[in-house]
Every structure is written in C-alpha cells, then in structure tokens.
C-alpha cells in the first residue's frame, strides 16, 4: 500500500501536523487537480508540492527563478531522504548530464529548473519521455508586470498546460494582492485551478514603527536585544549599507554589506555567511532577500522607509518562517518622503506606473503615522479583516496619545496655500515660525498674513504636523518629486473649519518616558534571553546544541538549520529527550535525521544530566 499524506509529513519531514490548508492542497494536487496557492512567507508552501510529489508516479518539477533557493531546497530534502535534484547554470556540463540521465531513469522524486531552462526544447522534449507527477511554479507573482519581481519568461509558462495538459500544476506566491493574482491566473491559464487563499497573518512576528532622530544610537539599542541572533538590516541605498555594515562591525557585531554594487563574488561570499553561520546580521538593500528562506532569522530592521506596503510586508515577513518569535522594527523620517518621491519622479518608469507608485507610498506613510493596530493596517492592505487589536505591536502595546491639532493644522495648511504652493516643508515652517531667513525676505514672506502664527511650536514639532498630515491625506508632495506641497480636497474641509484633526503627541518628545515605553516592547530586554527566551540555566545547553549543529552542518556543507531547525533545537532542549523513541517525537527530527544525528544529539543532552 502507499504511504499516505500525513504518513510522509511524519516520516519524511518529522512533523507531527499539517499546518492551516496544506492538507486540502495536497490532496488536491494527488487527485490531480490544479491549485493556486497563496500563502505569506513562511507559511508552508513548499510542502504543498512536495508532498504530493512524493505521493505521485513520476517526478515533480519545480519552477524556481533563484539559484540560491534551489540549491537551499535540494539540499534540505536531501537530508530528509528526498531524491530531489536541480539543473541551472551553476552545474558543469558532465553534472547536467547525470541529472538528466537520473531523470530519464525514473530515479527522482524532485527536480527543481529554472524557467529559461525549463523551456528550452531540449528540456521539454526530456519531459515528454519521463513520467511528470506534477508542475510547481514557485514564486507565481514573477508573471506580473505590477509586482517587484517581474520575469518575462515566467510568462511562456502557461506552455506547460498545452504541452501536458494531463499533469497538475500548482502556482504558489507570498504576494497577496488581488491584482497580482488575477495576473497568474490570466497568464498561466489556472482559470480552473483551485484557490487557496491563507491568512496572511504573520502572528509570531511583532511590528514596532518609530521616527529617526539618531539611527546610529537607535539602532544599537535595538540590536542589544538580539545579541547572537540571525537579522537583516535594510537601507535605501548602497552607501548607506556600505557605512552601516562597517560601523557595526566596528561595535563588534558580525555584519555584512549585500547590494548590487558588490561584485558577484563578494555577494554570494556574504550570502553564503549569512546563511551557514549563527548570528550574522545582513545589511543590505532590497537586492537581498528573495529566495533567502533561512528559517531563523530573529529581526527585520529598516533605517528608512521601504517603497510599498507588499515590499514592507514581504521583507518584514522574512523574519520567524519558523514560527518563533521575531521583531519588525522600522525607523524613518519626513526626508524618507522626500526621497522617495524623487526616486520615483526620476525613475523612467511610465506616467501610470508611476502614479501607482506614488499611492503606494502615501498608504505606506500612513501605515508608519498610524495610531491603531498596525496589523489590522497591514492586513486591511492584502484585504483582509482582521479582528483586533493584536495586542503585538507598538500601538497595541503602548498606545500613542493623540492631541486636538485642528488649530495647528489650519495653520500649516492655509501657510501652504498662503505661500503659492509651491515650497517644501522647510520653507514654510519658516513661515509659519517668523524665521526671516534669506529666501524668506527675498520672496516677501514675511509679509504674508500667515508669518509668525506658529511661532509657540519649534521646527521638529512643525514637521511632525506636516508628516501626519501628509500620511492623512491632508497635504500631498508634488509628482515631480521636488518635496513642494499642495493642498486635497480633504484639505478645505479642516481649513473651512468642518473636520477635527487629530495627531500623535510625538511632536513633544519625552526622553525619559520615551526609552522606558520602547523598552516595554518586544524581545528587547536582554536578560529575558533574546527572542527566543532561553533562560540562564539553560544557556550552556543550548550552546552545545547549536555548536553541535554547526559542526555537522560544516562537514556536510550545509547550512546550520538544514540539520535542524532553531524550534527543533529548542524542543530538544525543552524535552531533553533520553533516548531515540522520545528524540523522534520531537517536531523536525523525520527518519532520516533520526539515524543521521539522533546519537550525537543525545549524547550531548545526556552528557549534561
Ligand atoms: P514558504 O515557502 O511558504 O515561505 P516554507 O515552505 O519554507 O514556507 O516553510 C516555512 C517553514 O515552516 C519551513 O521551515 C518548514 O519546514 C516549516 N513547516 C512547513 N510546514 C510545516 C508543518 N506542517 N509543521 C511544522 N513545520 C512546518
Ligand atoms: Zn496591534
């Protein structure tokens, strides 16, 4: 008899339970059906094919557009038993060869290509003489122009039905966006696929938004509560990721540059650290991330704001895949708009394009100004209700104070109309605070009837105003990119008197309340044992755990968490299992692993004893 779905998940992958819909999935796919998958990082998907895979005759192929993830997904069924393989350029020629003779053979149960590859004749003829149990595209959102990833020959893919109509396929994408989804389905004709459609929720991880008035010491602090742990800074720009890695480095933290700039061997050289050793922090610009699914990775930290929502979303989610606590911490300031604008009005994209980029910065702002729930925010962004407040993010934790600014509000906005709409922020708080500075005398501002009515607030407490108006919708930044502002038609109804406005309190910061309320949130209290809570006693434990780990990781060439998985560590650690029968019900630890480790393992749990 064959093995059943939850006889493999057990065996093969040593987990007790299917999570959420993998189950429906799997056995939608072995009874040869067509499914779309949507499930955020670190939901699961993976498991989605290879289940299924395993279940079915023939071997199934996997369409993945990253060498890194192939090589990372291979090797990790390899440990588990899998007979999976991958064929993309980093294999010589006599390499290629065996996999496809192995294919040819019927010996595979997993062979993972890259679309270039997978369309080329050669290799769809290979296909036509070997058995194919099913189709994974993975990473299906690279068929969209609108999303970030966009790859031409993903488009060719829906070739595949017409070539093999017979043979499942499965499309699986952490992007949730109902446009980006109703694109797969056109593009790879999945019109009768089945939809699965996840929570989005990311519950493990938690979100923390604050203003950058000194990064440097910001950050330090943020990171003295992640001493050891596995992060990824992300920075705007290359130099800026150039200065941080190194000052980090300096403060004797293991950190490292990753952006396009960097030549190609430099980059696979950090990537590879990163992935193989504990405690590497990397500091990079969006070029990092996709296709990196290191499982333990504790912080996701931003020095500036990220271009969207899904992008903010995404590269926060890179944090906790396994399920174990992480923190998304953000800092970023008004200049970030700026910036941001510009990039986007000097981009050489289409006007349309551009517009759409423009609206995702300014919900993105309003998700960083927001007061309430930061989670309902962001899953109100995929579409999703979720039923608040999540009691894990800043707001939840500490909520912020919220002040009658309608008065001040009038004030800034009649100053920008006053004013000809056509400066930035600087220049009229100027106004509004009776600065006569030199461009304020030569444009005659200071005969303006709106000079000096602000003068009781001081320029940081005026930039907050202009910041949460912006995010409110109250002033919009000019497409150009120039940093000017202009009234909306929301605008004229504060200025008409018709509407409250309400801000946060920040514009008068209070140092001391300010550190105690930042250090009530998060994993950021060392002696709490970093994030995942290890308690003194078990400090000496864990260490031989992890250096044990590391070891048998190094002489197989792997990375650390292909032997095992921090939760799988931690398990262990919890459970200090005495013997091979209790060592096997410890979640992670399949067969193969189990005959593989199990005795080292123990001996280090039971030396201690
Ligand atoms: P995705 O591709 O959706 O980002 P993965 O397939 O990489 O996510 O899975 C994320 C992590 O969760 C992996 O480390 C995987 O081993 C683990 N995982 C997946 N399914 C289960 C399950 N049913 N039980 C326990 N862990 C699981
Ligand atoms: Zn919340």
Redesign the pocket.
Known sequence: MNPSAIDL?QSV?G?????GQ?QAVVEHLNDGGDALVL??????????YQIPALLRQGTGIVVSPLIALMQDQVD?LREAGVAAAYLNSSLGADEQREVERQLLAGELNLLYVAPERLLTGRFLGLLERTEVALFAI?EAHCVSQWGHDFRPEYRELAILHQRFPEVPRIA?T?TADPRTRDEIVERLSLHNARQFVASFDRPNIGYRVGLRHNAKRQLTEFLQGHEGESGIVYCLSRKKVDDTAEWLAELGVEALPYHAGLDAATRAKNQKRFLREDGVVMVATVAFGMGI?K?DVRFVAHLDLPRSIEGYYQET?RGG???LPAEAWMIYGLSDVVTMSQMIAQSESADERKRVERQKLESLLAYAEATDCRRQLLLGAFGETYPGPCGHCDNCIAPPKTWDATVPAQKALSAVYRSGQRFGSGHVIDILRGEETERVLSLHHHQLSTFGIGAEMDEKQWRSVFRQLLAAGLLEADAEGYGTLRLTAASRVVLSGGQLVKLREDARPERGSRRRRDSKIGASDKSSGGSLGIEAYEQSMWDELRALRTQLAKQQGVPP?VVF?D?TLLAMLRALPANEDELATI??VGEAKLKRYGRDFLAVINAQE
């Open positions: 998940l992958f987990y007790p339970s299917f999570r993998q499930m955020p990082t670190g939901g699961g998907k993976s498991l989605c990790a993975d699986l952490a699914d499982p989610g895949r396994d399920g968490y998985h939760a979640s992670g």
